[in-house]
């Protein structure tokens, strides 16, 4: 049985959803998906001609974003050739506002009760196969001390399903009891940096208390923008039926004060094409009222999760070949943003899609409440959303990316030094954050291959650096001198040294 939330209730009673913080961003009472536009742009848009498809090509080089019309008719785009041209300049853009770092990441999650009942997750309310636990305090600490001591990850994206148990309070609680926990290493120290955030849609009030906490990025996906599809997935009853009050969770989040945002879509609940546009949009109204657009874009597709039936027969799975269209024009639409590959998706699939303008990835992910800590189970199906792709550990990971010249950031320099907002928008693009990004790729780079690499990794590693900071010295002169001395420092034992 369904909880008894109601639209308007959570399990708690307290009431989640305010509809003045849903109203006030109506525009004369709609809402910024015009579906019957986007059908009407899909249909009617044509294979560009030569010159308007080398125009909008150049349009994205330059870092701005693109409009409705040219998405539509790059989607229409049939000719393989013109979609090599895409891959390759969705490729250079990439390296041009983000250089060729990866940032890397683990997914932490601490509970799987939700009030909710997406027919597509293995966490619904009505699940009755799935494992329920909330981690308490010393057990998250026990999760963290893992990932930074035995793994070495400095980034995390912590996730919350929704339910009064896992509440703001429980999640700023965690959220401290992460950032507390610090691990001697093997030369110096180890701990997590930047904590972003993937919960469920919060009033204002208690998005206020996130952004006390200090979190990175605070990630809402509208899994889908189709409200017809989005109704059929997410039962009504449920407070996640609520398209609208999910759909400006992040215009709430801007009005708190977090000004560093990720959104996505879940592919395969409906036409792919029309989840595209409407992640468009969405960067577009972003930009257009906060002046400041997603940091990053999230597109997992539906993976089978333990009883559920539901992702066995999708009608608009996306296929591979359709999944690489969908990143090389995201990577063309929003330029600047960055794009998040998990491992939901496969070693292949993963290692193709770095061609395409991929920014972080995941690595030695365990999607299991509690089982960072666990030495036996360490994908227990029982306990997780959806069952995962990759397996590859950090360091597997860290060597494929060495071998085919990606440096493995770990840096979280970004929000804490004040590269947020409109401030980071203008140094992505304007390719200066890139210069930035490269600083701290190679000194967190180094504190890893001192304090976790096996020997074979260590020696790849190096050799990367070594070109890396020749690049520095040939590039960036001005700030070859401090960033020299902050590399000698890190290689004596001193962590966590910013640019
Ligand atoms: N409960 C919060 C919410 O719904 O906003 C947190 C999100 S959930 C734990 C993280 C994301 O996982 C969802 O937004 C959804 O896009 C994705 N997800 C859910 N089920 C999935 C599945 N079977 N395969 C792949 N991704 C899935
Ligand atoms: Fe709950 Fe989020 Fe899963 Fe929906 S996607 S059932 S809200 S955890």
């Known amino acids: 049985m369904l909880p008894q939330a109601g639209p308007r209730k959570g399990l708690n009673s307290r009431p989640i959803i305010k509809q003045d913080e849903i109203t006030r961003y109506l525009c004369q009472g709609k809402d910024f998906i015009p579906e019957a536009d986007i059908n ?3 249909e009617n848009a044509k294979n560009p001609d030569k010159k308007t498809f080398k125009k909008i090509l150049a349009k994205a080089f330059s870092i701005e974003t693109l409009n409705p019309q040219e998405v539509a008719s790059l989607i229409k785009t049939d000719e393989p050739s013109r979609w090599d041209e895409m891959a390759d300049v969705a490729s250079r853009i990439k390296k041009k506002v983000y250089d060729n770092r990866i940032v890397t990441f683990a997914p932490l999650y601490l509970g799987n009760l939700c009030v909710n009942d997406c027919q597509y997750c293995g966490f619904r309310h009505s699940n009755e196969a799935i494992t329920r636990e909330v981690l308490s305090v010393s057990e998250v600490k026990k999760e963290v001390t893992s990932l930074v001591g035995e793994i070495g990850h ?5 996730v919350y399903g929704e339910h009064p148990k896992t509440d703001i309070d429980y999640i700023t609680k965690t959220i401290s009891a992460i950032y507390s926990v610090k691990v001697s290493t093997k030369n110096g120290m180890s701990n997590i940096r930047r904590i972003n955030v993937n919960a469920a849609p919060m009033s204002i009030a208690d998005l206020t208390k996130l952004k006390e906490a200090g979190i990175g990025t605070y990630q809402v996906f509208q899994e ?25 969770s992040l215009h709430r989040a801007f009005e708190a004060g977090i000004d560093d945002v990720g959104i996505g879509a879940l592919f395969g609940l409906y036409d792919w ?3 595209v546009m409407g992640l468009l949009y969405h960067a577009l109204e972003l930009e257009k009222t906060f002046g400041i657009g997603p940091h990053t874009i999230s597109f997992p597709r539906v993976e089978p999760a333990i009883n559920t039936p539901f992702n066995e027969k999708l009608k608009y799975r996306v296929s591979d070949d359709d999944f690489k269209k969908i990143l090389i024009l995201i990577r063309l639409a929003v330029p600047y943003t960055g794009m998040i590959l998990t491992a939901r998706e496969n070693a292949g699939i993963r290692n193709e899609a770095l061609n395409y303008g991929i920014t972080q990835i995941d690595a030695s992910s365990r999607i299991g409440v509690g089982s960072y800590q666990s030495r036996e189970d360490i994908h227990a199906k029982k306990k ?18 060495a071998e085919k010249g990606f440096i493995t950031s770990f840096c979280t320099a970004g929000y804490r030094c004040g590269r947020t907002g409109k401030n980071i928008m203008e140094l992505l693009k304007t390719g ?16 890893w291959l001192d304090d976790f690499a096996k020997e074979e990794t260590k020696a790849l590693g190096e050799k990367l650096i070594n070109k890396e900071i020749r690049e520095v010295k040939r590039k960036m002169p001005g700030m070859y001198k401090a960033f020299q001395e902050n590399y000698l420092k890190i290689e004596k034992g001193a962590r966590d040294l910013l640019f």
């Open 40 to 42: 009407g742009l899909l």
């Open 154 to 158: 400095k980034r995390l994206i912590v």
């Open 224 to 248: 889908t923008y189709h409200r017809p599809t989005y109704s059929k997935v997410h039962p009504s009853g449920t407070v996640k039926s609520d398209y609208l009050w999910r759909l400006y």
């Open 273 to 275: 094409r029309f989840e």
């Open 384 to 401: 997780e959303q959806f069952i995962l792709g990759d397996k590859r550990s950090l360091e597997e990971v860290i060597f494929d990316l």
């Open 432 to 447: 200066t954050e890139g210069k930035f990004c490269k600083l701290n790729a190679i000194l967190t780079f180094r504190e």
